[in-house]
Each structure stands twice: as C-alpha cells, then as structure tokens.
C-alpha cells in the first residue's frame, strides 16, 4: 500500500500540469473559433460585428456582439447589452481556473462587405506556471496561433 501512495503522490504533480496544459489549449481554441465565427457571421448576415474584451480581478471575458462596439459587456454572469445590440456569443474565464485572457484592444470590428478587421490584434492566453498561447489577427480576420516559449505540442514557437 505505501508503493502505490508514493506511485500516486508522485504521478499527482504531472496530472495538475496535464489538465492546466489542456484548459490553456482548449481556452485558446475557443478564443480562435470564437473569432473565426465574429468574421464569417459578419460576412453571412451583412451586419457589421465586434468582439469585446474585459479583464478584471475576478477573470476576463469576451463578447461577439451586433450594435455599436461598447454596447454590449460581458462582466456578469451573462453578457448586458444596450441599444439593440445582440451578444452572439461570450465567454467568461475565472480568475480561479489558472488560465488567463489578455487582448491588446478593448473591441475588434468585423467588417461585412470587405471581411476585415480593425484594429489587429494580439491576444495572450495565459497558464499559471506562464505558458502562453497567442492569438494574432490580422487585417483579413486571418487568426495565427504561436508560443513565445515553444514547447506546446502543436504551437509554433512566437
């Protein structure tokens, strides 16, 4: 019985990283979806959409939305918009769950006719032990993925 706890209490340390490693990703891949959706939506329903961004010390978020870019927020517990705005889709990240979100912009605007974006952006998904997932768009609403640590199976190094 104590090789098997001494085998388990050893093993413990490797699981925790595992599953923060695949929270990191799987926060990521959403964030990409979650992109790639604002731009083919904003083609499809010939209505310009934005995709917002909040950080505070409870988590951080994010909003694809109709309406003008600050008319909808995505703090709460669901997603509050005003003047007519929709939220098409939100995702809240807590601060608790050891993966963080950082964009370099407060709102992203997808236009519909020319399938752009503006301004580009670059968002930090971050793990607790500081791996880091990024998420570039560019000008066309193209979305690149890199890691400025490398080491991610299936990132490219930054």
Do not use: W
Not at 1 to 11: F, T
Not at 89 to 116: C, E, H, K, W, Y
């Amino acid at each position: 019985m104590a090789v098997c706890l001494v085998a388990v209490g050893s093993a413990a340390p490797g699981f925790e990283a595992a599953r923060e490693r695949r929270h990191l990703e799987g926060v990521a891949a959403q964030l990409e979806t979650d992109l790639q959706l604002a731009r083919s939506e904003a083609v499809a329903l010939n209505r310009t959409l934005h995709v917002g961004f909040r950080s505070d010390a409870a988590g951080a978020c994010y909003v694809v939305h109709t309406g003008a870019p600050k008319e909808c927020d995505c703090s709460g517990a669901q997603p509050a918009c005003t003047g007519g705005a929709l939220a098409l889709r939100s995702v809240r990240i807590d601060a608790a769950s050891g993966v963080t979100l950082a964009a370099n912009v407060r709102s992203m605007t997808f236009d519909p006719l020319q399938a752009t974006v503006t301004p580009t952006s670059t968002m930090r998904v971050l793990a607790r032990d500081g791996r880091e997932i990024r998420k570039i768009v560019n000008i066309m609403g193209r979305v690149r993925t890199c890691s400025p640590q490398g080491g991610i199976a299936g990132v490219p190094a930054c």
